[in-house]
Structures are given as structure tokens and as C-alpha cells.
């Protein structure tokens, strides 16, 4: 068995260089923003400031939560698809996302 060396070991001290994707634009509940290729949706709305993706049945809010794709609470309509997962899905440019209402 070999140890790997300080190089090839990740841990929180290691800073990687932030690379961000080309600049796009979305528009979410008729408001146009900016943000970058290759971000998840709720990752986006999350910089952008927009903390709520939608209500429930009795008109509370719905975010994120899992934030991996499992339980649905930052569900958005995209491009008139229903209940898309804003975790896991990657932004592209003119991407039109509504909030979920009573899901």
C-alpha cells in the first residue's frame, strides 16, 4: 500500500485554483440573470440571491435542501417542464425557470 504524497492528497488546506464557465443568462420568474456555464441551477438562484424556489401545497416556501438530487424541494418549471431539479441541472443560456406553485 502506498501513501500519496501532499500533491496528490485532497484535504481542506490544498486551494485549488476556481474556474469559472463563460457568462450566461437565465431568466427566472420574469427575472433576467446573470450567471456561469457549467453551475447548477440552484446553485445560481442561490448566488443571485433568490432563496425561494416555489411554495407548497399550504403556500409555504420551498428551497433547496438535499441539495444531491433526492428530494425534490428545489423543484422548479423549466422551460415548461415541471418539477425539474434545480440541484442537478446545469445552467444554459435563454433557460426560462418559473417557481413550482402548490407542489
Known amino acids: 500500500m502506498r501513501i500519496a504524497t501532499k500533491e496528490e492528497s485532497v484535504s481542506p488546506s490544498r486551494k485549488l485554483p476556481i474556474v469559472r464557465g463563460d457568462s450566461v443568462h437565465i431568466t427566472f420568474d420574469g427575472k433576467?440573470?446573470?450567471?456561469?456555464?457549467?453551475?447548477?441551477?440552484?446553485?445560481?438562484?442561490?448566488?443571485?440571491g433568490i432563496q425561494e424556489f416555489g411554495t407548497t401545497?399550504?403556500?409555504?416556501?420551498?428551497?433547496?435542501?438535499?441539495?444531491m438530487g433526492t428530494c425534490f424541494d428545489c423543484a422548479v418549471v423549466i422551460d415548461?417542464?415541471?418539477?425539474?431539479r434545480a440541484c442537478i441541472t446545469q445552467v444554459r443560456e435563454g433557460m426560462n425557470i418559473e417557481p413550482t406553485k402548490g407542489f
Open 32 to 48: 433576467a440573470l446573470p450567471c456561469n456555464e457549467g453551475d447548477t441551477l440552484a446553485a445560481a438562484l442561490l448566488v443571485s
Open 57 to 67: 401545497r399550504t403556500g409555504e416556501p420551498r428551497q433547496p435542501f438535499c441539495n
Open 80 to 84: 415548461g417542464i415541471p418539477l425539474v
